[in-house]
């Protein structure tokens, strides 16, 4: 039987900020999705619809990267790489165009602040896991099991 290879804990932890920021951009499309008709009542700086659309991209999105990660795919090491900026970025132009409550400005310090570490923690954790042995487990799956190392002398 074939002992199983435990995640690093780092890279856990990283998984882990996957799919809780997969369920946050669902949650966010479902609550603007649900009051959706109070949204189209009021004087918003976006449409109704964006909020809930881009919530379900969002989600949609790190949620496929979250099982690409779990299965320990290449692709989706280099596609986190690859959106954890493009979030970030997101997040910034959203912010700069369509945030003008006091609230958002007073605390787009610390908001800022906190994605740029959590972001900078992420990708550091996927650049320094490298390649996860990728060579090393398409060769063990290619390979028929070997037999113990005693041979049998007549």
Same mark, same amino acid.
């Given at each position: 039987m074939e002992k #199983?290879?435990?995640?690093? $804990?780092f890279v856990t932890l990283v998984l882990d900020g996957v799919f809780l920021l997969a369920g946050g951009c669902f !949650? &966010? @499309?479902? &609550?603007? $999705? !649900? #009051?959706?008709?109070?949204h189209e009542g009021y004087t918003l700086s976006v449409p109704a619809w964006y909020l809930p659309l881009t919530?379900? +991209?969002w989600g949609g999105l790190w949620l496929a990267l979250?099982?690409? +990660?779990a299965r320990r795919r290449e692709w989706a090491r280099r596609a986190a790489l690859i959106a954890i900026p493009l979030h970030l970025l997101f997040w910034l132009a959203d912010w700069r165009l369509f945030s003008r409550?006091?609230?958002?400005?007073? @605390? $787009?310090g610390f908001d800022l602040a906190l994605r740029l570490a959590a972001a900078g923690f992420g990708a @550091?954790? !996927?650049l320094l896991s490298g390649r996860w042995d990728w060579a090393g487990k398409a060769e063990a799956e290619s390979e028929p099991p070997r037999e113990s190392g005693q041979t049998h002398v007549e």
């Open positions: #199983r290879r435990r995640r690093p $804990f !949650l &966010q @499309s479902g &609550q603007a $999705f !649900l #009051r959706y008709g109070r919530g379900a +991209l979250g099982i690409g +990660l409550s006091e609230i958002a400005i007073q @605390s $787009f @550091s954790v !996927l």
